[in-house]
């Protein structure tokens, strides 16, 4: 079964925090690098941080500082800690392998506002 829930969104002012969390399934996550990509309203989809099995991290550049990307192997989970938040972070956020599957979950909403 083919499974990636995302969870831990929501509002947060400027310069704020938000933790979010991913559970995948083992056929997903098994043997793949991990991502999280985000789509803002009126926008595609984009890569926002890519994580190897083996921990190696890599970020787009206007998250590079700010986010941090992990991933529990044991457990099928991928963690993005979001700190210094700005309000074009605004988006949903979605986890999934990457390359990417054919397959996406609901996302998480994050919205960074005064």
């Known amino acids: 079964q083919v499974q990636l829930v995302e969870s831990g969104g929501g509002l947060v002012q400027p310069e704020g925090s938000l933790r979010l969390s991913c559970a995948a399934s083992g056929n997903i996550f098994n043997f793949r690098a991990m991502a999280w990509y985000r789509q803002a309203p009126g926008k595609e989809r984009e890569l926002v941080a890519v994580i190897t099995r083996s921990g190696s991290a890599d970020y787009v550049d206007n998250v590079k500082g700010r986010f941090t990307i992990s991933r529990d192997n044991a457990k099928n989970t991928v963690v993005l800690q979001m700190n210094s938040l700005k309000p074009e972070d605004t988006a949903v956020y979605y986890c999934?392998?990457?390359?990417?599957?054919?397959?996406w979950g609901k996302g998480t909403l994050v919205t960074v506002s005064s």
């Open positions: 999934n392998a990457h390359p990417n599957v054919d397959y």
